[in-house]
């Protein structure tokens, strides 16, 4: 493994822990990147490059756990979060409502979405509606959100704001900006919209991405674990530095900053493929 496709591993890390939860696409930013420009299909097979994906996703995975480690311990009984009392906390069922809409889609349309939604012009696409959708979250969402924190989710909500991130399937869509979009018109705050969307990420994403590497399991390749191993780290530390920083500036600057980027993003990349 040369110098030169470790760094490439490292910079699509770079873009998928960076990316990954902010409401800007991560798959629609992997696509961009590595079709347009770094291109690693030219020393990977196509089945060892979706399984390096697969892997970078996981590193992403593994910093919401570190960011998120209590409230996701409270959720099965690990851990005691401070002034809540036990009745009112958000709990486990609220994330599996949350996430059985688009887990069911998910399924049935797994193969469907792969061979037919992953490529630039889809994903411009799903960058320009779902920069809409948010963009209506912050003009059309309460003023003064009833829901300002995770332990006053309803299922009503949480199921709800899985039937809008089904809308993410759609690559270039983004799944946390659907599910933020979806949670502030439902009445909750960004902030809360966030971290209910961060917290259903680590099992929907965590099993997605297990089942991937069981099948993509034999295309592992001994020589590429250099390539697989920075990509793991280099998601993992810009994941971590992107959710704290996100979970920030959210409630600061809502969503709509990041539509435009969208757009912008969306108009470039059409430019390039059709100009």
Known sequence: MEIIEILKAIILGFVEGMTEFAPVSSTGHMIIVDDLWLKTTEFLDQYSANTFKVVIQLGSILAVVVVFWKRLFSLVGLYKMKDVAPGDQLKLT???VGLL???ILGVLFEDFIDENLFSAETV??????GAFLMIAADYFGPKVPPVQTLDQITYRQAFMVGLIQCFSLWP???RSGATISGGV???LNHRTAADFTFIMAVPIMMGASF???LKNWEYIN????????AGFLSAFVFALISIRFFLKLIGR???TPFAVYRIILAIVVAAILYL
Do not use: R, T
């Open 101 to 103: 809409p688009a887990g």
């Open 222 to 229: 001994a020589d590429d674990i250099g390539f697989y191993i």
């Open 94 to 96: 609220h994330v599996i």
């Open 253 to 255: 600057v809502k969503l």
């Open 211 to 213: 089942i991937s590497l």
């Open 124 to 129: 411009v696409i799903g960058l320009v509606i």
């Open 172 to 174: 270039g869509f983004s």
């Open 185 to 187: 018109l439902l009445g």
